[in-house]
């Protein structure tokens, strides 16, 4: 059974950094993808980073790109976002995912309806 299990939110100013945390257990990752996504209130589901468990490539969203560093700890079986320079707008329930057996670059994978295990979801809000 595959379980994501991500932690790290919280309320943080404008300007702070974060760094959320996911918790993968239950198959073999190594051919997967990994990936955040976020829901600010009151809209769709988004992508925001996604990287190849077994290392490499990382691939990310335009209004995440530069701030933000996702990232694996394959021998603990972690992903993380490092999330800095956060802004108001950044506000949202950000949501770790798995997506198996990639065979395309990463910049394929930025729909949420392409993976296949999620997390419960962190709420993360930015205060101005």
């Known amino acids: 059974q595959v379980q994501l299990v991500e932690s790290g939110g919280g309320l943080v100013q404008a300007g702070g950094s974060l760094r959320l945390s996911c918790a993968a257990s239950?198959?073999?990752?190594?051919?997967?993808?990994m990936g955040w996504f976020r829901q600010p209130p009151g809209k769709e589901r988004e992508f925001v980073a996604a990287?190849?468990?077994?290392?490499?490539?990382?691939y990310y969203s335009d209004s995440v790109k530069g701030r933000f560093t996702i990232s694996t700890d394959n021998a603990k079986n972690m992903v993380y976002l490092q999330m800095n320079s956060l802004q108001p707008e950044d506000t949202a329930v950000y949501y770790c995912?798995?997506?198996?057996?990639?065979?395309?670059?990463?910049?394929?994978?930025?729909?949420?309806?392409?993976?296949?295990?999620w997390g419960q979801g962190t709420q993360v809000t930015v205060s101005s």
């Open positions: 995912a798995a997506k198996r057996n990639i065979y395309y670059s990463l910049s394929y994978y930025d729909k949420s309806s392409q993976y296949d295990y």
């Open positions: 239950g198959r073999a990752f190594n051919r997967d993808a």
């Open positions: 990287i190849r468990w077994s290392g490499g490539s990382t």
